[in-house]
């Protein structure tokens, strides 16, 4: 059985692993690298900024500076939060410069285990399976000036497609088998990344300790999914109440909002 790469605790548990940790930084930023001590729940000290934030999981080389994030719920926030942490830790490397120039190069990967729900600027969904923010300077003519190494890169396994690189493609069936098929997964075992999650996340290797966790963050995930649906179920309510009023049948406002037509015809 494969255990749930949604649940925090076993991902930690996956990807804090040394070598689970370098081929999969290996594959999605193409840096391979031996790192040291490679931390989860990871806070700067003395604290940065005003934001009490930690890390997933942090590691450093003496030119690098990795960061891996695993999200669940896809909030309308989450693109703005995770540029934040990215920044940050570009920001806090200035305290221990002599000069303004930043000598490691900063990698933030975040995976998204839900469907975006996030719009881009002119309301399209989206809908891409990897997402990658370059820190770098354009020309007026849309041409990238490349001065600057530092990305934020979002992944989804949801939005696998023929074009997904079969490197990201590794991973993210990995995390997309986990949720769906950890009785019967089908992973490439031939990628010696994902072969060491296989052997890292088993049930047997679990402590009491971290299944207590795990039991923990589930019930905190499903929590967390249940506010945002009862504020979802709310905003559809109101906005039905408000078609109603407007004499739109009914018919047409439980298209628009989901709602049953009992379910309206009871406002």
Request: hydrophobic fraction near 40%; include cysteine; charged fraction near 30%.
């Amino acid at each position: 059985m494969l255990l749930n790469l949604d649940n925090e605790v076993y991902f930690k548990k996956a990807f804090a692993d040394p070598i689970v940790f370098r081929c999969f930084v290996r594959d999605i930023t193409g840096v391979d690298a031996e790192f040291g001590k490679i931390e989860t729940e990871k806070r700067f000290a003395p604290k940065f900024g005003y934001i009490d934030f930690k890390y997933d999981i942090f590691a450093e080389t003496l030119d690098h500076r990795i960061i891996v994030e695993i999200q669940k719920v896809d909030y309308d926030y989450n693109f703005d939060r995770f540029l934040l942490y990215h920044n940050i830790a570009l920001a806090e490397l200035q305290r221990s410069s002599k000069e303004y120039k930043i000598t490691k190069t900063v990698y933030t990967i975040v995976v998204i285990t839900e469907p975006y729900r996030v719009k881009d600027r002119k309301g399209a969904l989206i809908k891409n399976d990897i997402l990658i923010h370059k820190s770098n300077f354009f020309t007026f003519d849309d041409e990238e000036v490349d001065i600057f190494p530092h990305k934020l890169f979002c992944l989804n396994p949801n939005y696998i497609n023929a074009k997904t690189p079969q490197l990201v493609k590794d991973w993210l069936q990995l995390v997309s088998e986990s949720i769906k098929h950890p009785d019967n997964y089908q992973v490439n075992q031939k990628n010696d990344g994902i072969k060491a999650v296989l052997r890292v996340i088993k049930e047997k290797r679990m402590t009491i300790q971290e299944r207590t966790l795990a039991k923990q963050a589930e019930a905190a995930k499903s929590k967390t999914q249940l506010i945002r649906e009862e504020g979802e179920r709310k905003k559809a309510l109101e906005t039905a109440a408000n078609l109603k009023k407007e004499g739109i049948s009914v018919n047409i406002i439980a298209k628009c909002t989901g709602l049953s037509v009992e379910e309206i015809n009871n406002i």
